[in-house]
Protein backbone atom coordinates (compact mmCIF):
# COMPACT_ATOMS: atom_id res chain seq x y z
CA UNK A 1 0.00 0.00 0.00
CA UNK A 2 0.95 4.03 -0.89
CA UNK A 3 1.79 5.85 2.36
CA UNK A 4 1.02 9.83 2.09
CA UNK A 5 2.55 11.66 4.26
CA UNK A 6 1.51 15.31 4.76
CA UNK A 7 3.24 18.33 6.81
CA UNK A 8 3.06 20.25 8.10
CA UNK A 9 0.35 18.57 10.20
CA UNK A 10 -1.06 22.02 10.71
CA UNK A 11 -0.24 25.63 10.72
CA UNK A 12 -1.46 29.11 11.78
CA UNK A 13 -1.53 31.77 8.97
CA UNK A 14 -3.31 35.42 8.37
CA UNK A 15 -5.11 36.44 5.55
CA UNK A 16 -2.97 37.76 2.68
CA UNK A 17 -0.14 34.89 3.61
CA UNK A 18 1.48 32.62 1.03
CA UNK A 19 0.74 28.75 2.32
CA UNK A 20 2.42 26.10 1.24
CA UNK A 21 1.29 22.16 2.29
CA UNK A 22 3.55 19.46 1.15
CA UNK A 23 2.64 15.71 0.89
CA UNK A 24 5.07 13.02 0.46
CA UNK A 25 4.15 9.53 -1.27
CA UNK A 26 5.97 6.20 0.02
CA UNK A 27 6.57 5.48 -3.73
CA UNK A 28 6.40 7.35 -7.20
CA UNK A 29 2.72 7.88 -8.28
CA UNK A 30 3.82 10.11 -11.15
CA UNK A 31 1.29 12.73 -10.90
CA UNK A 32 -1.24 10.61 -9.82
CA UNK A 33 -2.13 13.41 -7.08
CA UNK A 34 -4.90 14.85 -6.37
CA UNK A 35 -5.82 18.30 -2.87
CA UNK A 36 -8.96 18.34 -1.53
CA UNK A 37 -10.34 21.16 0.75
CA UNK A 38 -12.55 20.00 3.70
CA UNK A 39 -14.22 21.96 6.39
CA UNK A 40 -16.52 20.28 9.55
CA UNK A 41 -19.92 19.56 8.52
CA UNK A 42 -19.22 20.10 4.54
CA UNK A 43 -18.63 17.60 2.33
CA UNK A 44 -15.00 17.27 1.00
CA UNK A 45 -13.88 19.66 -2.51
CA UNK A 46 -11.83 19.01 -5.12
CA UNK A 47 -9.08 21.66 -5.35
CA UNK A 48 -6.30 20.54 -8.05
CA UNK A 49 -6.12 16.77 -9.86
CA UNK A 50 -3.42 15.13 -11.56
CA UNK A 51 -1.06 17.09 -9.56
CA UNK A 52 -1.24 20.62 -10.52
CA UNK A 53 -4.88 21.11 -12.64
CA UNK A 54 -6.99 23.29 -11.17
CA UNK A 55 -10.56 22.16 -10.80
CA UNK A 56 -13.62 23.87 -12.02
CA UNK A 57 -14.86 26.92 -10.51
CA UNK A 58 -11.55 26.95 -8.14
CA UNK A 59 -9.72 30.38 -7.10
CA UNK A 60 -6.53 30.43 -8.92
CA UNK A 61 -5.11 31.33 -5.95
CA UNK A 62 -4.79 27.51 -5.28
CA UNK A 63 -2.33 25.79 -7.22
CA UNK A 64 -0.77 22.43 -6.95
CA UNK A 65 3.19 21.24 -8.49
CA UNK A 66 5.37 18.08 -8.48
CA UNK A 67 5.79 14.67 -9.47
CA UNK A 68 6.87 10.98 -8.46
CA UNK A 69 7.33 11.42 -4.90
CA UNK A 70 6.92 14.75 -3.32
CA UNK A 71 3.92 17.15 -3.76
CA UNK A 72 3.32 20.84 -3.00
CA UNK A 73 -0.15 23.07 -2.69
CA UNK A 74 -0.43 26.23 -2.36
CA UNK A 75 -2.44 29.34 -1.41
CA UNK A 76 -0.66 32.34 -2.54
CA UNK A 77 -2.78 34.71 -0.38
CA UNK A 78 -5.11 32.82 2.05
CA UNK A 79 -8.47 34.19 2.28
CA UNK A 80 -10.99 34.22 5.49
CA UNK A 81 -12.57 31.55 3.04
CA UNK A 82 -9.51 29.15 3.06
CA UNK A 83 -9.86 28.34 7.14
CA UNK A 84 -10.02 24.42 6.23
CA UNK A 85 -8.41 21.13 6.27
CA UNK A 86 -6.41 20.14 3.29
CA UNK A 87 -5.47 16.68 1.93
CA UNK A 88 -3.60 14.72 -0.48
CA UNK A 89 -4.37 11.80 -1.98
CA UNK A 90 -2.83 9.62 -4.28
CA UNK A 91 -4.71 7.57 -7.29
CA UNK A 92 -1.63 5.46 -8.29
CA UNK A 93 -3.12 2.30 -6.35
CA UNK A 94 -5.99 1.80 -4.55
CA UNK A 95 -6.63 5.20 -3.25
CA UNK A 96 -5.08 6.63 0.04
CA UNK A 97 -5.46 10.16 1.91
CA UNK A 98 -2.60 12.10 3.58
CA UNK A 99 -3.13 13.11 7.25
CA UNK A 100 -4.20 16.33 6.47
CA UNK A 101 -3.33 20.16 7.55
CA UNK A 102 -4.79 22.36 9.35
CA UNK A 103 -4.88 25.88 8.17
CA UNK A 104 -5.73 27.65 11.05
CA UNK A 105 -6.12 31.91 11.76
CA UNK A 106 -3.44 32.93 13.38
CA UNK B 1 -27.23 19.62 -10.74
CA UNK B 2 -25.58 17.00 -9.45
CA UNK B 3 -26.40 15.34 -6.18
CA UNK B 4 -25.27 12.03 -3.96
CA UNK B 5 -27.57 12.18 -0.63
CA UNK B 6 -26.34 9.32 1.62
CA UNK B 7 -28.77 7.40 3.77
CA UNK B 8 -29.02 4.83 6.14
CA UNK B 9 -26.74 5.71 9.14
CA UNK B 10 -27.18 5.18 12.57
CA UNK B 11 -26.81 3.70 16.10
CA UNK B 12 -25.10 -0.08 15.96
CA UNK B 13 -23.96 -2.09 18.51
CA UNK B 14 -20.77 -3.94 17.89
CA UNK B 15 -20.83 -6.94 15.86
CA UNK B 16 -24.00 -5.83 14.09
CA UNK B 17 -24.79 -4.84 10.81
CA UNK B 18 -26.00 -1.55 8.31
CA UNK B 19 -26.67 -0.85 5.25
CA UNK B 20 -25.67 2.59 3.59
CA UNK B 21 -27.49 4.16 0.37
CA UNK B 22 -25.79 6.85 -1.71
CA UNK B 23 -28.94 8.12 -4.38
CA UNK B 24 -27.05 9.91 -7.22
CA UNK B 25 -28.87 12.24 -9.93
CA UNK B 26 -27.68 14.77 -12.20
CA UNK B 27 -24.71 12.19 -13.46
CA UNK B 28 -24.77 8.98 -15.43
CA UNK B 29 -23.87 6.63 -13.02
CA UNK B 30 -22.82 4.09 -15.26
CA UNK B 31 -19.99 6.28 -16.51
CA UNK B 32 -17.69 6.22 -13.58
CA UNK B 33 -16.30 4.35 -10.48
CA UNK B 34 -17.58 4.88 -7.68
CA UNK B 35 -16.15 4.92 -3.63
CA UNK B 36 -16.94 5.22 -0.21
CA UNK B 37 -14.55 7.28 1.96
CA UNK B 38 -15.21 7.53 5.83
CA UNK B 39 -13.92 10.27 8.31
CA UNK B 40 -13.84 8.72 12.19
CA UNK B 41 -14.25 11.44 15.14
CA UNK B 42 -11.13 13.96 14.85
CA UNK B 43 -9.32 11.59 12.17
CA UNK B 44 -8.51 12.37 8.65
CA UNK B 45 -10.46 11.14 5.51
CA UNK B 46 -9.76 7.14 4.96
CA UNK B 47 -10.71 5.91 1.62
CA UNK B 48 -13.02 2.34 2.18
CA UNK B 49 -13.73 1.02 -1.16
CA UNK B 50 -14.80 1.07 -4.77
CA UNK B 51 -16.53 -0.32 -7.72
CA UNK B 52 -16.03 -0.49 -11.14
CA UNK B 53 -18.82 0.71 -13.25
CA UNK B 54 -20.40 -2.39 -14.31
CA UNK B 55 -19.85 -3.77 -10.72
CA UNK B 56 -16.86 -6.30 -11.98
CA UNK B 57 -14.19 -4.70 -9.78
CA UNK B 58 -14.11 -4.16 -6.48
CA UNK B 59 -11.37 -3.36 -4.13
CA UNK B 60 -11.77 -2.50 -0.41
CA UNK B 61 -9.00 -0.96 2.39
CA UNK B 62 -7.59 -3.83 4.39
CA UNK B 63 -9.34 -2.86 7.96
CA UNK B 64 -13.08 -3.50 6.01
CA UNK B 65 -11.96 -6.59 3.70
CA UNK B 66 -14.48 -9.39 4.64
CA UNK B 67 -16.72 -7.46 6.54
CA UNK B 68 -17.75 -4.57 4.08
CA UNK B 69 -19.79 -5.43 0.52
CA UNK B 70 -19.87 -2.42 -2.16
CA UNK B 71 -22.62 -2.56 -4.94
CA UNK B 72 -24.17 -0.89 -6.90
CA UNK B 73 -27.51 -0.57 -9.18
CA UNK B 74 -27.13 1.89 -12.40
CA UNK B 75 -30.51 1.06 -13.27
CA UNK B 76 -31.34 2.97 -10.05
CA UNK B 77 -29.00 5.48 -9.99
CA UNK B 78 -27.95 4.46 -6.14
CA UNK B 79 -24.59 2.79 -4.54
CA UNK B 80 -24.70 0.79 -1.05
CA UNK B 81 -22.44 -0.61 1.35
CA UNK B 82 -23.13 -3.09 3.39
CA UNK B 83 -21.61 -3.44 6.50
CA UNK B 84 -21.59 -6.42 8.50
CA UNK B 85 -19.24 -7.19 12.02
CA UNK B 86 -19.21 -3.82 12.65
CA UNK B 87 -16.36 -2.47 15.34
CA UNK B 88 -16.07 0.63 17.66
CA UNK B 89 -13.45 1.67 15.12
CA UNK B 90 -15.98 1.70 12.03
CA UNK B 91 -17.96 4.78 14.04
CA UNK B 92 -16.94 7.68 11.34
CA UNK B 93 -18.94 9.85 8.71
CA UNK B 94 -19.18 7.46 5.59
CA UNK B 95 -19.57 9.64 2.28
CA UNK B 96 -20.37 8.34 -1.39
CA UNK B 97 -18.23 10.08 -4.19
CA UNK B 98 -17.52 9.79 -7.92
CA UNK B 99 -15.00 8.66 -9.09
CA UNK B 100 -14.31 10.87 -12.06
CA UNK B 101 -13.70 9.45 -15.07
CA UNK B 102 -12.01 12.73 -16.80
CA UNK B 103 -8.89 12.73 -15.41
CA UNK B 104 -6.27 9.97 -16.16
CA UNK B 105 -5.43 10.47 -11.50
CA UNK B 106 -9.86 9.80 -11.58
CA UNK B 107 -10.27 12.45 -8.59
CA UNK B 108 -13.62 12.55 -6.58
CA UNK B 109 -15.15 15.59 -8.13
CA UNK B 110 -18.44 14.55 -6.40
CA UNK B 111 -19.30 14.20 -2.99
CA UNK B 112 -22.11 13.60 -0.44
CA UNK B 113 -22.93 15.18 2.24
CA UNK B 114 -22.31 12.14 4.64
CA UNK B 115 -24.32 9.54 7.33
CA UNK B 116 -23.57 8.85 10.42
CA UNK B 117 -22.62 5.51 11.75
CA UNK B 118 -21.98 5.01 15.14
CA UNK B 119 -20.94 1.89 16.81
CA UNK B 120 -21.30 1.29 20.60
CA UNK B 121 -23.26 -0.53 23.07
Known amino acids: DIQMTQSPSSLSASVGDRVTITCRASQSISIYLNWYQHKPGKAPKLLIYAASSLHSRVPSRFSGSGSETEFTLTISSLQPEDFATYYC????????FGGGTKVEIK | EVQLVESGGGLVQPGGSLRLSCAVSGITLSNSWMSWVRQAPGKGLEWVAN????????YYVDSVKGRFIISRDNANYSLYLQMNSLRADDTAVYYC??????????????WGQGTLVTVSS
Open chain 1, 89 to 96: QQSYSTPS
Open chain 2, 97 to 110: ARDSPRSMSAPFDY
Open chain 2, 51 to 58: IKQDGSEK
